[in-house]
């Protein structure tokens, strides 16, 4: 099996891409990314209506990422075979359907389920998005800048709105609009060029299975997918995205049960969010500017551990206006960090398997994005809520210093 490069080699030269590509790339990502977010809203504030213990309440909330988690390397493998865009649009598609399912079986059980599906079928449209990047724009870094800087301005629009919904039409309402959202990114994805398999666009590559048995999961898979962690850069690039993902999973789970707790409307909660977005945008624009300044490893791993800690000490902060101004840090930290990982994962994945090297850096980011809510609801039972965010913050931090010890130094500047 063939490993990729040790090295990205990014070309100084910009591929010219068409606007009409462009933009349906950029509106598939507004509509997908931004969909984790209002997920991130509503179901919070639905299961605390059906009141169940705080470790049920990070089972449900964790549950989003175990599909993703499993088979988003499967997923990403069947886009390099069959082509990003049709699998993308059968599962936009999906999504459209799922969210109504919420308010129709208020159920423990049931809710765990439309987790796991409606997280699967989401992060795989978003996993589409990125293969784009990679196939039509060669991973060049203002194009991914310009992903992240669309998908933060619809975290930045969406929020807000379904919170305010949430407030004046209650869940039905809420659902309702994330199924309105779901039809966005189904219509945009209808945009994106067809294009070929990454498997077609290879000479020489080996037919691999088709028809129904094509889409089943395959080990070849995973074992291609894990073998990019023998690039460096992969390998730096999916150490920080866990621990990225890490302080999402406190943002998505208790983040927003502690707010509920001290009062916060969830008009005021969707603008919190809506403030990720925004600033988040403006971080994906400054990536150019930061990284020709400051080392790869070091911007990274400074822009993680900002993030993370802007989030772990939401208990010290008493007013909206603290926290919006915390909450914005950090949406310029994640701005910043995305956009390199989504740069420089194309870039060191090879032509064949942008797909697959997507899906692994979001396949291991969901490994902490699961536990970390059902270790927090753990957590909060034994030392209570606003502990617990100290707690899980300073493991998070941990694991940031000892990726920066155990990682050998990048001296190259992008």
Known sequence: MAIPPSEPAPSSTLTAVPWRVQAAVYGTGLFANSSLQLYNVVVPLWVVLL???PFMIGVVLGARQVLPMLFSIHGG?????????????????????????????????????????????????WVGVQSFVGHAMKGQPVYAGRLTL??????????????????LAGPWGAFGFMTFW??????????????ESAQEEIAGAKPRRTGAKGLLPDWRDYVSAFSLLAVPTIALVMGATTLRHAGTGIQGSFYV??????????????????????????GSLMVGFLARHIAQRTLLLLAVALSVIMVTIVPLLGTFIVLAIAIGIRGLCTGVAQSMEIALTSQGSGAGAQGRGVALRLTIGRVAAVFIPIMMGGVVEFVGLRESFYVMGGLILAGILMLAILLPNDKRRA
Do not use: H, K
């Open 182 to 195: 779901a039809a966005g990114m189904f219509g945009a994805a209808l945009c994106l060029p067809p294009g």
């Open 51 to 53: 009141n169940p213990s």
């Open 150 to 167: 669309w998908t933060r301005m619809g975290v930045f629009m969406g929020p807000p709105l379904v919170g305010a919904i949430w407030d």
């Open 77 to 125: 493998a069947l886009m390099d075979r069959l082509g990003a865009r049709r699998v993308t649009l059968w599962l936009a598609g999906a999504s459209v359907c799922i969210p109504m399912l919420y308010p129709l079986m208020p159920w423990i059980p049931a809710l765990i389920v439309l987790q796991m599906l409606g997280g699967f079928s989401v992060m795989m449209c």
């Open 257 to 282: 049960v502690y707010l509920n707790e001290i009062g916060i409307a969830g008009t005021a909660i969707g603008t919190l969010f809506s403030l990720i977005g925004i600033c988040g945008a403006a």
